[in-house]
């Protein structure tokens, strides 16, 4: 079964500091991989996905298929940034899709 | 405007009555899913479908159901409602199941009392 798990709850940065939100996955197959963020009384959206390996509002996240880890970085966290960071994996194929999701990481950015 | 839209957004009701929270999408979605946020669980699909008259279970199914008529439309029904099935819920939809992006509602604010 696939398991997609965030070990942090709560996570709290200052202004400024480097962030990282920790994502590890159990799948058997070849992942898919996606971070979601929810703002504060906003509908989750897609932040990332790890098969475009871009940068989307100075974040990155790096697949690694040997630690079955996903983290999400950012060099420099802003205000803005506070939410709640959602890591997913989805399992395509056949009739059996899926998308499950950890449990969510909410990260404070302090001025 | 793309968006999957859910009504009602707030929703007091008791135990064992019968409710429906429509869930809609207007960019031709083939995948449309339902999920509950829960404090401390993160978000669990319930039900989803990949595409018209074709639903199946997610991880917590149990007392709840859904249909898939039409392409846009996919609503959850709960046949009697209780107090553990108080909780925020949302609808998905995405253009296929492979590595696609999922846009969500703005979400469905249950309360079973």
């Known amino acids: 079964a696939q398991r997609v798990t965030q070990p942090e709850k709560l996570l709290s940065v200052f202004k400024g500091a480097p962030v990282e939100l920790k994502c590890n996955y159990s799948y058997s197959g070849s992942p898919e991989l996606f971070w979601y963020v929810q703002y504060s009384r906003q509908r989750l959206q897609l932040l990332l996905r790890h098969i475009s390996r871009e940068s989307i509002k100075g974040f990155t996240a790096d697949l690694n298929k040997g630690e079955t880890s996903f983290h999400l970085k950012k060099p420099f966290a802003q205000e803005e940034d506070s939410a709640m960071y959602y890591c997913a994996l989805s399992k395509g194929g056949g009739s059996n899709y899926k998308l499950t999701f950890g449990k969510g990481t909410l990260l404070t950015v302090n001025p | 405007e793309a968006q999957v839209t859910q009504n009602p957004r707030y929703l007091i009701t008791v135990t064992g009555k019968k409710l429906t929270v429509t869930c809609s999408q207007n960019?031709?979605?083939?995948?449309m899913s339902w999920y509950r946020q829960d404090p401390g669980l993160g978000l669990r699909q319930i039900y989803y479908s990949m595409n018209v008259e074709v639903t199946d279970k997610g991880d917590v199914p149990e007392g709840y159901k859904v249909s898939r008529k039409e392409k846009r439309n996919f609503p959850l029904i709960l046949e009697s409602p209780s107090p553990n099935q108080t909780s925020l819920y949302f609808c998905?939809?995405?253009?296929?199941?492979?590595?696609?992006?999922?846009?969500f509602g703005q979400g469905t604010r249950l309360t079973v009392v």
């Open positions: 998905a939809s995405s253009f296929g199941w492979a590595n696609t992006e999922a846009f």
């Open positions: 960019m031709n979605h083939e995948y």
